[in-house]
């Protein structure tokens, strides 16, 4: 095991390659630039290929491209990228094409603050393009070590699923510096528990089938099995159709190849002092997560009754850890309110949820002992935050 | 050159998927028929080539008509996965595009021109009916000056990439590309031999080729759907290069041919990071 003291930007630069990833394609955006600057070092080292892109559209496309050619990509940029990567991620979903995604997430709206953390993406990592009919895998690490480790992750899981990945950090998770291990063989990967699958090649000649199967091997173009993939719905071949039976046949696949096999990454979230019926439980993913866990600590010291719930798989949304009847308390990097909805939407019927937010900035732990302070005595949280029903 | 089913379909393209649904007496099966015509008189297989297209009357009339394997990419962006997917496949495998106006010279030009400047060995069939035919019939960036479209009931009048005296072939010249040439449709055996040295150009190479659209196109211009009316209106316009007329919309022919003259982007790449992977520096 090697140890450094480096970004999130290298350690999942490092993951990657641990992963099998050796082509990376990316446009120059902050957060995420540092990343792309990684990978142009390190890839070339280890024979594989970094290409600037003309516009994320073009980065994203290239990627999709290289991984219908075998190679396990990857790319990365922030927001105002984000969006342009519509168009290719919509075609990656539709081609069942492995490839994993990372957002640095920043403040928007558009450019907002460039150098600042935010959380506006939350509902973008589960619509990333137009149409519908399909489902997202996202997974938001907090450290530099996880991001590692959730980069191996989407690597492995875009393979099984055969389909695009998405990792949402955001800039204060990417940029800082933190101490990272890095495995240097395959026991040390192992006992950090990372895992891997190989780039494998579908033979056909049924190479969209409708079933929710796992471990179907995408297409790969140039071994000249006949594969084909389009933006159209496909037929079991491929062929491009117009008939709204098979566009369900389609949508099925793509839905419930996630839905129904979810056990394969719903393991992925944190929880705290939430065996003991917490009055209050917090809910919260990525940077402001880490405040949240000091915050809970302390609130536990002071006798508050305070449970911590921190996501890392946040779509498809883990409903399951939303049974107790409690107060909520959604803590994000945004003002709009965005995990909250979500938390509304799974928590107990008469449960009370509340939202805080913050955006470019953390929010602080005495500010956040405060809330939780004032919620357990049923006061309101005027300054910050507001009750999700005032709306 | 055999102009019915023979062999070259049997031995190249899907029986599912020929004929296409394209209109009744579209002229881009001629197009597609250079094109396959010009692979076999090369004697490649069907394993030598990864054919891609994209939106449009002419991506998806020819989307997976290849035997082999292929892809329809989005719209305009096919010259983006093309050059993903020429870093990854080995070189000696052919990448032929078959794309349309729009495609190309509208919304994915940009990416083309990334294409040419980066030199990939990629041999993109621009096939041309003058417009965006699969939404009903409007303008593109190659429409010829004054012509009536849904979207132009006066006459085209903005300026273009092909009016004023500009070509947008000089644009990919200026980008870097390696092998340009103009047919029309009707150019048939002559048509073949220049996609033939197009497809051997090792780097980016562009043929662009206006077909007749007698559904759209023809019918809002020459208020006719007779097919004899627009073979004969593109043929009244083209002429061969040094040979034009004064209504001369398309010079057709080898227009910039600097084959294998650049270093071609896979092979440069590959042979870039082999040297910093064994060496540590460039």
């Given amino acids: ?391 | 050159m055999e102009y019915r089913s023979s062999e070259i379909t049997s031995k190249y393209l899907r029986s599912k998927k020929i004929p296409s649904t394209a209109c009744s007496g579209c002229g881009l099966g001629m197009n597609h028929k250079i094109v396959v015509q010009a692979i076999k008189e090369l004697g490649l297989e069907v394993a030598d080539v990864v054919w891609g297209t994209s939106i449009g009357c002419a991506g998806r009339q020819t989307f997976a008509t290849w035997k082999g394997d292929g892809f329809a990419g989005t719209h305009g962006r096919a010259y983006a996965i093309a050059r993903g997917l020429r870093i990854a496949l080995p070189p000696e495998k052919k990448i032929i595009l078959t794309v349309g106006d729009g495609d190309a010279f509208g919304i994915g030009l940009m990416h083309l021109i990334h294409a040419a400047r980066s030199n990939a060995d990629i041999t993109v069939i621009v096939n041309d009916n003058l417009g965006y035919q699969s939404t009903g019939g409007q303008y593109g960036w190659t429409t010829p000056q004054g012509s009536h479209t849904d979207s132009s009931p006066y006459g085209m009048f903005e300026h273009n990439l092909m009016s004023d005296g500009m070509d947008v072939l000089e644009i990919l010249k200026g980008a870097g590309a390696t092998f340009l040439a103009r047919h029309v449709a009707m150019d048939g055996a002559l048509a073949v031999e220049t996609v033939k040295k197009a497809i051997l150009n090792k780097g980016l190479s562009l043929v662009h080729m206006p077909y007749p659209c007698p559904t759209n196109f023809a019918s809002r211009e020459l208020g006719s759907r007779n097919q004899v009316n627009i073979y004969r209106w593109i043929k009244e316009r083209a002429a061969p290069l040094g040979q034009e007329k004064e209504n001369t919309v398309w010079a057709t022919g080898i227009w910039y041919d600097a084959s294998n003259s650049r270093p071609e982007f896979h092979e440069f790449i590959h042979e870039t990071v082999e040297k910093i992977r064994r060496t540590g520096t460039l």
């Fill in chain 1, 1 to 391: 095991m090697k140890r450094f003291l480096e970004t999130g930007n290298f350690a999942i630069t490092e993951g990657a390659i641990l992963a099998g990833c050796r082509f990376f394609s990316g446009y120059p955006i902050t957060p995420a630039t540092e990343l792309a600057e990684a990978m142009s070092l390190r890839l070339p080292q280890v024979g594989g290929f970094y290409l600037q892109a003309e516009d994320e559209c073009a980065a994203c496309h290239m990627c999709v491209g290289a991984s219908l050619g075998g190679m396990k990509a990857m790319t990365a940029t922030s927001g105002p990228g984000y969006i342009l990567y519509a168009d290719p991620l919509g075609w990656a979903l539709g081609c069942e094409t492995p490839l994993v995604v990372l957002n640095s997430g920043r403040v928007g709206p558009v450019s907002g603050i460039t150098g600042a953390p935010g959380q506006g993406e939350f509902y973008l990592m589960r619509y990333p393009t137009q149409g519908g009919n399909y489902e997202t895998i996202c997974l938001a690490p907090n450290t530099a070590q996880e991001c590692m480790a959730m980069t191996v992750e989407a690597f492995y899981l875009s393979e099984r699923f055969r389909m695009p990945v998405l990792v949402l950090a955001d800039q204060l998770i990417t940029d800082g510096f933190e101490d990272i291990s890095v495995p240097e063989n395959e026991d040390e990967m192992k006992e950090m528990e990372f895992r891997v699958w190989p780039r494998k090649v579908c033979q056909g000649p049924e190479f969209y089938p409708f079933t929710d199967d796992l471990d179907i091997p995408p297409v790969v173009l140039g071994h000249n099995t006949g594969g084909v993939c389009s933006d159209w719905t496909p037929t079991v071949e491929g062929y491009d159709i117009e008939e709204v039976e098979a566009h369900h046949k389609h949508a099925y696949r793509l839905i419930y190849k996630v839905r129904n096999h979810r056990d394969l990454f719903n393991h992925h979230y944190q929880k705290k002092f939430m065996d003991d019926d917490p009055d209050l439980i917090v809910v919260s993913y990525g940077s402001p997560s880490r405040v949240v866990n000091t915050a809970v600590i302390k609130a536990r010291e002071q006798g508050l009754k305070v449970g911590s719930l921190r996501l890392i798989n946040l779509w498809p949304f883990p409903d399951e850890h939303f049974t107790q009847r409690a107060k909520y308390l959604s803590v994000e990097l945004n003002w709009d309110g965005e995990l909250v909805r979500e938390v509304q939407r799974a928590v107990p019927k008469d449960s009370e949820v509340h939202f805080l937010g913050t955006c470019g900035d953390l929010p602080t732990t005495p500010d956040l002992i405060e809330t939780f302070e004032k919620l357990l005595k049923n006061e309101p949280i005027s300054r910050k935050g507001w009750v999700l029903e005032e709306w």
